[in-house]
């Protein structure tokens, strides 16, 4: 039985919309495999996978999207069928980086055990880097050959399919992309990882011939950037994210000093690498697994902002060597960690559960 009668065996199951989670690559790179979101309240969720399960008689393989970890226990209970859970990460990974009080302790414990409980549910993990599978395997005691690694990647379909057409564009996009300056982006969420703060301490040194660019939606009313930079705190959609992409010169990674940053990897380095736009950031050994940022790409843990403007205006005043940045970063990219390629391994991971 060929991958393509094979896709028809999986069916993919979420507590969000299929978009909304990491397996959106694999499932995107499934044409054929079935895909059911799962509402309501405990008791709901259980019959709606139960449902869901009966409405598909042919699939073998139940496939959990991340960040929906807790059901894989349900469906342990009420199928005989395999169970992969493509967690990504832990979800106390997250609670741990909140777990300030009583009530943050009690969420990271709460995590915690029902990361423990879905991980051994699951015949199969599935988790976002080597680095992450180390961790996993000795912080929740999981078996090495239930593990494996599929690099969270990048639904590349949402991009090829209006390839070169320009749609829909905001205005304040388009006016970004029409900058006779050289454009430097920040594009996530203001968190411990980012060091959103040091580069808005940094905004006021940067040269008046770049054009920085922070495309967030949480940014405190504490983090004031300078009012050169362009700060987009809506949601963009595909098309202007593509945009913005193609036109950036250098993009910024992360520039926290959390643990974490050394095993997770931020949806922003794939679409960087996909894009090939060059990436400035933290060492990370988790990034170190895919590609070798140039140590110029490279910035110290103590970096202060002075000196992260200072970088940021040399590199960009050097086309040549941030030219040969992102060539390297794309190639990379499309050697280890493209859709095809983590669509094919998750066919080659799953071959053994199935019939």
């Known amino acids: 039985m060929g991958s393509e009668d094979n896709q028809t065996r999986f069916l993919f199951l979420s507590l969000y919309n299929p978009d909304y989670s990491?397996?959106?690559?694999?499932?995107?790179?499934?044409p054929k495999a079935?895909?059911?979101?799962i509402r309501g309240n405990l008791v709901a969720k259980v019959t709606n996978i139960w449902k869901a399960i009966r409405a598909n008689p042919d699939i073998s393989v139940i496939v959990i999207m991340s960040p929906s970890h807790y059901l894989t226990i349900f469906a342990r209970l009420v199928t005989r069928k395999h169970v992969i859970?493509?967690?990504g990460w832990p979800l106390s990974d997250s609670s741990r980086l909140r777990a300030h009080g009583i009530q943050g302790r009690i969420s990271l414990i709460k995590d915690y055990c029902l990361d423990l409980l879905s991980f051994h549910a699951a015949q199969i993990v599935?988790?976002?880097s080597e680095a992450q599978k180390r961790r996993t395997q000795h912080n929740y005691f999981v078996k090495e050959k239930k593990l494996y690694v599929i690099y969270t990647g990048l639904d590349e379909k949402k991009y090829a399919q209006h390839l070169g057409v320009v749609t829909n564009i905001g205005v304040d996009i388009r006016e970004i992309v029409k900058?006779?300056?050289?454009?430097?982006?920040?594009?996530g969420k203001n968190n411990p990882e980012s060091g959103l703060e040091l580069l808005a301490q940094a905004s006021s040194s940067i040269s008046s011939s770049i054009q920085l660019v922070v495309i967030s939606s949480n940014i405190p009313k504490n983090i004031v950037f300078d009012k050169s930079t362009i700060v987009v705190s809506r949601f963009i959609n595909d098309d202007e994210l593509r945009e913005i992409y193609e036109s950036s010169a250098l993009t910024i990674g992360q520039l926290g000093n959390t643990p974490r940053q050394?095993?997770?990897?931020?949806?922003k380095f794939f679409e960087s690498a996909f894009f090939g736009v060059a990436y400035l950031s933290k060492h990370t050994t988790a990034i170190a697994e895919i590609t070798i940022i140039p140590s110029d790409l490279l910035v110290t843990e103590d970096i202060e902002a002075k000196e992260l403007a200072e970088k940021i205006n040399a590199l960009v005043a050097n086309k040549d060597k941030l030219e040969s940045a992102s060539e390297n970063l794309r190639k990379d990219y499309q050697l280890s960690t493209n859709q095809e390629i983590a669509t094919q391994s998750f066919l080659r991971i799953s071959q053994g559960l199935l019939p």
């Not at 990491?22 to 499934?30: K, N």
């Open 34 to 37: 079935s895909f059911n979101q």
């Open 85 to 87: 859970l493509d967690a």
């Open 22 to 30: 990491r397996s959106a690559v694999i499932f995107s790179g499934l």
């Open 179 to 187: 900058s006779k300056k050289q454009i430097v982006l920040f594009r």
């Open 262 to 267: 050394q095993w997770t990897l931020p949806h």
């Open 126 to 128: 599935i988790v976002e």
